[in-house]
């Protein structure tokens, strides 16, 4: 059986787990409410405060699908009732971040702005210290499409391993190599 497939989903006061007959799962929280649809294959069992995945048989499909369902559902889960947050932080000489409303304005050392609209359901706030680098800070309950946002706009600058520079996560390592050297 798959290690985390079996593993039963705990439910938070105030969250409830609802399956359709097309076999579409709703979550509701306190933070919102989302939706998935499932394989037809994969069904529920909601008792005592927890949800269990469950598998038909033992096909490598069924399988890798059983895992893949339970996570997505711990997943949805966590975000309504928790939420997901990621930071973003711009290392670089002139980086900056500024946001009004769902535009987030970034002006990352090419010769114009990147103005980039997020989602409604994606929350974004920018913070500049001084003596720190400017720092993009998001949230959502769809941990998938936080995902995708900080992606995109770590797309517009990654970091290069010479100085460093670029919009880099706030928990990420970039390895630094050495530039060149005098040679004879």
Do not use: W
């Not at 709703?26 to 269990?52: A, C, F, H, N, Y």
């Amino acid at each position: 059986m798959s290690r985390i497939g079996k593993n039963p989903v705990k439910l938070p006061k105030g969250v409830a787990v609802s399956v359709s007959p097309a076999n579409e799962v709703t979550v509701k929280g306190p933070k919102g409410e989302l939706k998935r649809s499932m394989d037809r294959d994969i069904t529920l069992d909601i008792q005592d405060g927890q949800v269990v995945v469950k598998r038909p048989t033992d096909q490598i499909r069924h399988k890798a699908l059983h895992g893949l369902y339970r996570a997505l559902l711990q997943n949805m889960v966590t975000g309504v009732s928790e939420g997901f947050t990621k930071q973003l932080e711009l290392v670089g000489v002139g980086y900056k971040a500024t946001n009004q409303g769902q535009l987030l304005d970034l002006s990352l050392g090419y010769s114009h702005n990147f103005v980039v609209e997020l989602p409604k359901e994606v929350e974004v706030r920018t913070e500049t210290v001084k003596g720190k680098n400017p720092t993009i800070y998001l949230n959502c309950i769809d941990n998938e499409l936080l995902g995708q946002v900080a992606a995109k706009i770590r797309s517009l600058r990654k970091p290069e391993p010479y100085q460093g520079k670029g919009v880099r996560y706030s928990d990420e390592v970039v390895r630094r190599k050495a530039g060149k050297t005098a040679g004879k």
